[in-house]
Structures are given as structure tokens and as C-alpha cells.
């Protein structure tokens, strides 16, 4: 697949007009990265930002002892780094290779150049922060109001999509700082999903067996059997 055909297979740039994925394609550069590679580190200058063609990338902050906070995992299709463009300042967080990876990447400059003559895809870069705000604010209400369960089956959902499984490719100690609990919590979380016939694991990909009543747990309105002894253990 050329770099344009994966540029207008992304959802970040749907409704462009050819012309204009043509434009984007001739200012970006196709990148590679190996597992466990970084892609840019925290406070690197801001240079441009990236469009994920194929594999899954991390988005983390590291503390001076060497914890980590995952904030995002990225998977095909979707950009990261993009505040840099419109900020001007080094990138905010640490970007690295969970598998071997592709990306097209967007040069500010050029790309600030090719926005100016195309007021519509400011639009899109627009949209796309805001999503990402409304997704912390999602996030930041899931952790806060919602019990551990409900916290792993909206993640589940949210990362699988409309597929049938959720492709992880953390350890369960950093989905366990994702979700804002210990690891041992997060464990007992998924045999309860596994127990209840919700979801079941497949080598690195967590499937989904009953979506309807998964969303449901994750809306609050399924405790599961037990729920009430488990969640006094897992605060």
C-alpha cells in the first residue's frame, strides 16, 4: 500500500479531497521502528507529528525512579504527536514501539504551510484534540467513579473498536497504571470478565465473547456475581 493510500484510509483524514491526501503524502516521510524502539522522548523538539500505518505504539511519562504512567496506545490509522504542530514546543510525553511499526511523518513547518492554504484540515487536526479531550475526560471519570471491572470492560471496548478482540501488547502492571490500580486488582478484574463468559483470552488478544452485556459492566449497570465483596478489595 503507497503512502497516500494509507493517509486516506485513516479516519483522521476522511472527507479530504484527493488532491489534498496527495498534498500530505508529498510532505510526509515513511518512518520505521522496531519493537520496543523510541519513537520521540519527552521534551525532544517538536518537529512534526506521526500517522500510525501498522502496528501499536505507547504513549508514557517516566518519573525520576523510573515509574511508568501510560497515558495512550495507538493502533493503525491514528496520529500521535500532534500537539507538537500547533504548540511549538518539545513533545509532552514518550512515544515507543510496542511492535514493529510504519508511520508517515508530517513536518511542522511544511505541514503549518500546506494548513495555511487548506483552512479544512486545520478543521480536522482540531477535531482530533478534541477528541483526545474528551477521551481524558472519559478516562478521568472512569477511574474516579467506576469499580475496577468497569474500568477494564470500557478499555476492552474502547480498544477493541467494532472488531471482536482487543489487541493488548502491554503487561497487566502498566494497564494496571492506565486504569489506576495494582496489578494483582487488574488480574482479579479479568477473571471475573473471563468467569462471567465476557471475554476470553487468545494468546496476546483479549476477545470479546458478549459484547452486549460487557457494555453493560462498563456502564455500571452489570455488577457481576460477587461484585460487591470484590470491590471493597480492589479500592
Given at each position: 500500500?503507497?503512502?497516500?493510500?494509507?493517509?486516506?484510509?485513516?479516519a483522521?483524514?476522511?472527507?479530504?479531497?484527493?488532491?489534498?491526501?496527495?498534498?500530505?503524502a508529498?510532505?510526509?516521510?515513511?518512518?520505521?521502528?522496531?519493537?520496543?524502539?523510541?519513537?520521540?522522548?519527552?521534551?525532544?523538539?517538536?518537529?512534526?507529528?506521526?500517522?500510525?500505518?501498522?502496528?501499536?505504539?505507547?504513549?508514557?511519562?517516566?518519573?525520576?525512579?523510573?515509574?511508568?504512567?501510560?497515558?495512550?496506545?495507538?493502533?493503525?490509522?491514528?496520529?500521535?504527536?500532534?500537539?507538537?504542530?500547533?504548540?511549538?514546543?518539545?513533545?509532552?510525553?514518550?512515544?515507543?514501539?510496542?511492535?514493529?511499526?510504519?508511520?508517515?511523518?508530517?513536518p511542522r513547518?511544511a505541514?503549518?504551510?500546506?494548513?495555511?492554504?487548506?483552512?479544512?484540515?486545520?478543521?480536522?487536526?482540531?477535531?482530533v484534540?478534541?477528541?483526545?479531550?474528551?477521551?481524558?475526560?472519559?478516562?478521568?471519570?472512569?477511574?474516579?467513579?467506576?469499580?475496577?471491572?468497569?474500568?477494564?470492560?470500557?478499555?476492552?471496548?474502547d480498544?477493541?473498536?467494532?472488531?471482536?478482540?482487543?489487541?493488548?501488547?502491554?503487561?497487566?502492571?502498566?494497564?494496571?497504571?492506565?486504569?489506576?490500580?495494582?496489578?494483582?486488582?487488574?488480574?482479579?478484574?479479568?477473571?471475573?470478565?473471563?468467569?462471567?463468559?465476557?471475554?476470553?483470552?487468545?494468546?496476546?488478544?483479549?476477545?470479546?465473547?458478549?459484547?452486549?452485556?460487557?457494555?453493560?459492566?462498563?456502564?455500571?449497570?452489570d455488577?457481576?456475581?460477587?461484585?460487591?465483596?470484590?470491590?471493597?478489595?480492589?479500592?
Open positions: 500500500m503507497s503512502l497516500a493510500e494509507s493517509i486516506g484510509r485513516a483522521f483524514f476522511s472527507g479530504l479531497e484527493p488532491e489534498l491526501i496527495e498534498q500530505l508529498s510532505i510526509a516521510a515513511a518512518k520505521s521502528y522496531q519493537a520496543g524502539e523510541v519513537v520521540f522522548n519527552e521534551g525532544d523538539p517538536g518537529l512534526g507529528f506521526h500517522l500510525l500505518v501498522e502496528g501499536r505504539v505507547k504513549i508514557y511519562k517516566s518519573s525520576p525512579d523510573g515509574k511508568e504512567q501510560l497515558l495512550h496506545l495507538f493502533g493503525p490509522g491514528e496520529p500521535f504527536g500532534e500537539v507538537a504542530i500547533f504548540l511549538g514546543r518539545g513533545y509532552p510525553a514518550q512515544a515507543q514501539a510496542l511492535s514493529d511499526c510504519r508511520t508517515a511523518f508530517f513547518e505541514l503549518r504551510r500546506l494548513i495555511s492554504q487548506n483552512p479544512d484540515l486545520a478543521f480536522g487536526l482540531m477535531a484534540l478534541a477528541q483526545r479531550l474528551t477521551r481524558f475526560a472519559g478516562l478521568l471519570e472512569t477511574i474516579t467513579l467506576k469499580e475496577v471491572p468497569a474500568r477494564l470492560a470500557a478499555f476492552l471496548l480498544l477493541a473498536g467494532t472488531g471482536p478482540a482487543a489487541e493488548l501488547g502491554v503487561s497487566k502492571s502498566q494497564l494496571a497504571s492506565l486504569l489506576g490500580a495494582t496489578p494483582e486488582t487488574i488480574s482479579r478484574a479479568f477473571g471475573r470478565l473471563k468467569s462471567a463468559g465476557l471475554i476470553s483470552e487468545e494468546k496476546t488478544a483479549i476477545k470479546i465473547t458478549d459484547r452486549r452485556r460487557l457494555r453493560q459492566v462498563a456502564d455500571g449497570l455488577k457481576l456475581k460477587g461484585s460487591s465483596k470484590n470491590s471493597r478489595n480492589s479500592k
